[in-house]
């Protein structure tokens, strides 16, 4: 045994095994981690493996906020320990979370960045040069002045991030900050942290499941040094430098669902390193396409026709006489659904998607123009706005169900996996079984159009293949489906059709190999491909749906294979309590 | 109070005054408003204070006549009700209907109250903005950091309520029976729905709100202060300017006669 370290790290955790209540099972086994000053890592695993739970020991969130049983020993810039209350702790630590709405909370931009300096009692006459610092170092100086009422999800975290980093905290706890944000979102606040590292050198603990359009273009090379990967069970599997980790353990990761770089992702399907720039990988990728995907063209009675449609969010009645009648979001949106279709809208932040949606459903009454055809049923975007009852089962037989209630709620049960969650609290779920089950209540009313806004955000990579796959057999199965989504990957895979919105009317609307490799329409749009994407549109334009829903159906195997052993041994004792 | 999601209050000079200044003012006229019982005195008050809020207010008077409108209702209602209710000499009968002299005096010295509190509030509401009252709060009456933060972000997540309370309407709606053409449904379970949902959905994001507070320091001791709130000349000559002539009106009110306390309650 060593005696303590004459050089306290930045964080140690020594053995941390944490349980919450009413669990048998810990959330973290032995957790063993010691990050010196500067060092920057990145934690991988599956949902529910205890990534957050690792940032939440360290914050001291657990167990201070949040009861758990810890045991272990936990230090902080080595004289907090678990006993350090979270305020104290503050005094070393950075935290951006996840949610970009509540991640600022005070009502403008520089009173949300002097609150952490004033608490630190800093001197309030440097207090205006070091805003002044953060912001230009987060790409964010013209946001100063703002309310913080006014600002998009990527410009709310650039501000979070800036809140964190202002008092120069030893540490930088990185939350999956970008899996609510748009592909601008993620490159914005992506930038805004490699500036910020490079200025304030803290050390940092990422968590965060994107990590394919983290990595961006520059595959793992553009991750953290180092990777720590915890298994299913919380226990740390693999620690080391990111490239070796992430090459050792790329199979396993894909098969747990967890979004890999390119090349990682590659790497576990083929074992060949270099993503695209290696022959085997070509090799494989055009294997895919050995059996060539023939369109069908939409047959049938349209199920929803949408004519000169012009859309806006403000309903409001009482507005004053004299004022101006406000402009719509969009104008000319003619859209014709037939059955088996999957309509893919895009479009930049603001463009008026989600209002088009609600418009279709027959929430919103159009501005101009006229929608036609049975009343479709809808998704929104964060599923637990739809919730209304207290558990899963309640939740499905809520509504007017067609034929008798109890056979349709038994039979989506099944459909959807939610089985096992019957007697859950809805809004207990984890991400993806809120998502399954968003679905699951409002297919249970056999609308014939499905309408889902983002279905896939903050999903996994497993969960979001199984949300395609549901939409896939609405339209299999003679409905027809139209959904919002900034995944291009996801859209790219799964739609029949394409369209773009942009500056307030339809910019492109055909297929996916059509309108993708439009780069006039694609930068107007201020869409981005993912690599892998982009590659297929040059390479093999004709298959690019056939390579990309091969590529899903390997994560389907991956995972299948490896679940049938863990459902018969641990998993088991679980069942019910698994979040 | 104006929100930041609406226009801020136009800049007036009673808007550039300091806001725990004003709203000290306005209780301090408003209790000793309350120690008044004769209806000439606070009348005046009433007359002078419209006169003041007119002046140093910039709003369109349909403002300020609409905003009167829900203390003119009480007022009203206490005139009539004391009026009728109160025993003393008979001024006026027709059947049960009695009105009285006590009555018409003290219920018009409540409503005259009624309406000068009124218009020291909207004058203060419509000059002040939501955010600088709490920050002034925290400054200059030593209201804690907690509770001044926490008001302000809570004030943060009702800014956003309103957008939520629609969305969470809507995606309730959609599940109701489509036969039902037109918009949301509206009965009391629906709308109960609709509450429980953005009340978990509150309470959560609140959590994650207090949750970013506390790592941001919320709470460290000792803190510093950027940009502290002064009170400056211009809010000492206001309080002066208010309580002289206050002061002066209940001198000359108590020199011609006419000046009532709570005495003229029980007489």
């Known amino acids: 045994m060593t005696t303590r370290a004459e050089q306290a790290g930045a964080v140690e955790l020594t053995g941390v095994s944490v349980t919450f209540p009413r669990r048998a099972a810990p959330v973290l086994r032995d957790v063993s981690l010691r990050l010196a000053p500067g060092e920057q890592v990145v934690v991988l ?11 939440h020991t360290i914050t001291g969130v657990i167990p201070h906020t949040v009861h758990a049983e810890v045991t272990g020993q936990v230090t902080v810039a080595g004289t907090m320990t678990q006993e350090t209350p979270v305020v104290e702790r503050s005094r070393y630590l950075g935290v951006v979370a996840q949610d970009p709405s509540s991640a600022v909370c ?35 100086a013209h946001l100063r002045t703002r309310a913080t009422a006014a600002l998009s999800g990527g410009e709310s975290q650039r501000v979070a991030l800036a809140a964190a980093l202002v008092t120069e905290p030893e540490v930088l706890l990185l939350d999956e900050p970008t899996s609510m944000l748009d592909p601008d979102g993620v490159a914005a606040v992506r930038g805004a942290l490699t500036q910020a590292v490079a200025r304030y050198r803290p050390a940092v603990v990422l968590v965060e499941h994107r990590l394919d359009e983290w990595a961006g273009a520059d595959g793992t090379a553009a991750l953290p040094s180092r990777a720590v990967v915890l298994d299913e069970s919380g226990a740390v599997l693999a620690d080391g430098p990111t490239g070796v980790v992430l090459r050792d353990h ?48 939409p047959q049938g009675e349209p199920l929803l026709v949408a004519r000169g449609l012009a859309v806006t969010r403000d309903q409001s009645p009482r507005r004053r006489r004299g004022d101006p009648e406000p402009a719509p979001l969009l104008t000319g949106v003619d859209l014709t659904v037939r059955p088996g279709e999957i309509v893919a809208i895009l479009g930049a932040n603001g463009v008026g998607k989600s209002t088009l949606l609600l418009t279709l459903a027959g929430l919103l009454p159009p501005w101009a123009g006229t929608v036609d055809g049975p009343r479709p049923g809808l998704v929104f975007q964060n599923a637990e706005h739809q919730f209304v009852a207290t558990t899963v089962r309640a939740e499905i037989a809520h509504g007017p169900l067609p034929g008798r209630a109890e056979e349709v709620v038994t039979r989506q049960l099944e459909r959807h996996r939610l089985a096992h969650l019957a007697d859950q609290n809805p809004f207990r779920l984890s991400g993806g079984e809120k998502r399954r089950l968003s679905l699951a209540a409002m297919l249970a009313h056999d609308r014939p159009v499905l309408l889902a806004d983002e279905p896939t955000l903050g999903l996994d990579r497993r969960d979001a293949v199984a949300t395609a796959e549901t939409l896939r057999n609405v339209a299999d199965s003679g409905g027809a489906v139209v959904l919002v989504s900034h995944d291009v990957r996801t859209v790219a895979a799964l739609a029949d059709r394409v369209v773009v919105l942009g500056d307030g009317y339809v910019l492109a609307d055909g297929t996916p190999a059509e309108v993708l490799r439009d780069h006039a329409v694609l930068d107007r749009a201020r869409l981005r491909l993912p690599a892998l994407v982009s590659w297929l549109l040059t390479r093999q334009p004709q298959s690019l749906r056939t390579v990309l829903r091969r590529l899903d159906d390997a994560v389907r195997t991956a995972s299948s294979d490896r679940n049938v052993p863990t459902t018969a041994g641990s998993g088991a004792q679980e069942q019910g309590v698994l979040r | 109070m104006s929100t930041r999601t609406g226009a801020p209050p136009t800049d007036s000079p009673l808007a550039r005054r300091n806001p725990t200044v004003k709203l000290g003012l306005l209780i301090a006229v408003s209790l000793a408003a309350v120690l008044i019982l004769d209806p000439v005195t606070p009348s005046v008050l009433y007359v002078l204070a419209l006169v003041a809020v007119t002046a140093t207010v910039r709003v369109p008077a349909r403002d300020l006549v609409l905003a009167h409108v829900p203390f003119v209702l009480f007022a009203t209602g206490v005139l009539v009700v004391n009026a009728l209710a109160r025993p003393g000499t008979v001024l006026w009968q027709a059947g049960p209907l009695r009105v009285t002299v006590e009555g018409l005096e003290i219920g018009g010295a409540l409503a005259a109250r009624t309406l000068l509190i009124g218009v020291l509030a909207i004058g203060f509401l419509l000059s002040t903005d939501g955010v600088a009252l709490m920050t002034s709060l925290h400054h200059n009456a030593r209201l804690g950091p907690r509770i001044t933060y926490a008001i302000l972000a809570g004030y943060r997540m009702l800014q956003e309520m309103p957008r939520e309370w629609a969305t969470i309407r809507f995606a309730h709606a959609v599940r109701a029976d489509p036969r039902e053409s037109g918009s949301a449904p509206r009965g009391p379970r629906h709308l109960a729905g609709v509450i429980f949902t953005l009340l978990v959905v509150s309470v959560r994001k609140g959590e994650r709100m207090a949750q970013a507070l506390e790592s941001r320091g919320l709470g460290l001791e000792p803190r510093t202060t950027w940009r502290p709130v002064h ?36 007489r």
């Not at chain 1, 005070?106 to 805003?131: M, R």
């Not at chain 2, 002289?244 to 209940?250: F, I, K, M, R, S």
Request: a negative charge; hydrophobic letters at 50%.
């Open chain 1, 45 to 55: 695993g599956a949902s529910g493996s205890g990534k957050s739970t690792v940032l």
């Open chain 1, 250 to 297: 790329a199979r396993r990761l894909h098969a747990a669902g967890c979004w890999l770089p390119l090349d990682a992702e590659l790497r576990a399907l083929t074992g060949a390193d270099g993503g695209l720039t290696n022959p085997a990988n070509v090799a494989y990728l055009q294997s895919l396409t050995d059996t060539e995907w023939v369109a069908d063209e």
């Open chain 1, 106 to 140: 005070l009502p403008d931009v520089e009173q949300e960045l002097a609150l952490p300096l004033e608490n630190h009692a800093v001197d309030p006459a440097t207090i205006d040069a070091k805003i002044t610092g953060v912001l230009e170092v987060v790409g964010a």
């Open chain 2, 231 to 266: 009170v400056t000349r211009a809010d000492w000559l206001m309080v002066v300017g208010v309580v002289a002539a206050v002061a002066l009106v209940l001198l000359v009110s108590g020199m011609l006669g006419q000046l009532e306390g709570p005495g003229a309650l029980f």
